[in-house]
């Protein structure tokens, strides 16, 4: 009589083969092993790399001004701002002065398409400059070189206009340009270098700033005293000597300083 088997261990042998030959697409999702479960440690799995820091633009700044010597007043600076070599528009430059102090803000300019800007500036003496872009996400910062804006003094060049006057007559009243009392004299050699000064010495002395007479340089007024009220003024010209508009019968010359009766004032 024939053993009977049970059909089953065979047909399991079968789901398992089956199993094996079913296409990878049909077998359902992959499940990613749990790092706990599986005996990995979560330091050692493979991480996707960094966002790599985008690179930034060099770039260069120049910055221009008037040359050679200038007039006190107002004049125009500017700038240029590269990236790449190529203009950088609508980007802040700032302009800086040399002060006793360190460098100090002058103004902010804003480029065109032509990585340029130009911004007037006043200057009353020979000064220090420079321009500081502070960079961007996509661009360097960057310092130009610095440059030197020469003024003339005006104070010295009022001493030279009251020089071209040597030798032209004192008169009572007189404002130039041919004739002066000494208040004249003054007040026409700084307005020719773009100073306004009060006609009478009187006035003149309280428009100016006092400072010792060991500060005293070319350029500053010699108020003479007399009865404990200002009665005569001239212009500093170095060596103890002024330039001065005398008394009647007198004409305009450079001069020793002929009392110690004086203050020293300095037109600013």
């Not at 804003?110 to 400059?129: K, M, N, Y």
């Not at 009243?173 to 003054?186: A, Q």
């Not at 026409?188 to 010792?212: H, M, N």
């Amino acid at each position: 009589m024939p053993t009977f088997r049970p059909a089953l261990p065979l047909l399991l042998r079968g789901a398992v083969a089956g199993a094996v030959l079913l296409p990878l697409g049909l077998a359902g999702p992959v499940l990613a092993a749990d790092p706990q479960s599986s005996g990995l440690s979560p330091s050692v799995l493979p991480s996707s790399p960094a966002a790599a820091e985008p690179a930034q633009a060099e770039t260069e700044l120049r910055i221009s001004g008037p040359t050679g010597t200038v007039d006190p007043g107002r004049h125009v600076v500017g700038v240029r701002l590269l990236a790449a070599g190529r203009p950088v528009r609508d980007a802040e430059v700032q302009v800086q002065r040399r002060t006793p102090d360190g460098w100090a803000h002058a103004a902010r300019v804003s480029t065109d398409a032509e990585g340029l800007g130009h911004v007037q500036l006043p200057f009353e003496r020979s000064t220090r400059l420079r321009a500081v872009y502070p960079g961007s996400s996509t661009r360097s910062a960057a310092t130009s070189r610095e440059i030197v804006v020469q003024v003339a003094d005006f104070r010295r060049r009022a001493v030279e206009v009251a020089s071209r006057q040597d030798g032209d007559p004192y008169r009572r009243g007189g404002t130039g340009p041919d004739s002066f009392d000494c208040s004249g004299l003054v007040q026409y050699s700084f307005g020719q270098v773009g100073r306004s000064l009060p006609r009478t010495s009187g006035e003149q002395a309280r428009a100016t700033r006092r400072i010792a007479r060991s500060e005293a340089r070319p350029g500053d007024l010699i108020f003479i005293s007399s009865g404990g009220r200002v009665s005569h003024v001239g212009i500093y010209a170095g060596d103890g000597e002024f330039w001065d508009a005398p008394t009647s019968g007198g004409h305009v010359s450079r001069r020793d300083i002929w009392t110690n009766d004086f203050f020293v004032g300095r037109v600013d």
